[in-house]
């Protein structure tokens, strides 16, 4: 399984950015997809997830600013990042897990939150 994310970049503090990830290779079943993230000097955290199903869990510094969304038939999921701010800042990693449990991880796309 291969991940590949899109949409990183340098936006100003209160910007927005859509982060996007598709999965390819072969793919069972999808447990749920989601973005982690990880700033410079700390571990990586959880940003939002999403199941097969369209339940959703994000992580308490981003409800309400941050959606997840999913496409099944294209194994893509998105991030919709608004309101940014500096500590936004981070290499937003991809994740897909399978309903064995077994977790896959794209390469990070970097966001830079600054003015």
């Known amino acids: 399984v291969q991940l590949q994310a899109f949409g990183g970049g340098l936006v100003q503090p209160g910007g927005s950015l859509r982060l996007s990830c598709a999965a390819s290779?072969?793919?069972?079943?999808?447990?749920?997809m989601g973005w982690y993230r990880q700033a410079p000097g700390k571990q990586r955290e959880l940003v939002a997830t999403i199941s097969s199903g369209g339940s959703t869990n994000y992580a308490d510094s981003e409800k309400g600013r941050f959606t997840i969304s999913r496409d099944n038939a294209k194994n893509t999921v998105y991030l919709q990042m608004n309101s940014l701010k500096p500590e936004d800042t981070a290499v937003y990693y991809c994740n897909l897990r399978n309903s064995y449990g077994k977790d896959y991880w794209g390469k990070g796309t970097l966001v830079t939150v600054s003015s």
């Open positions: 290779g072969t793919i069972f079943s999808i447990a749920a």
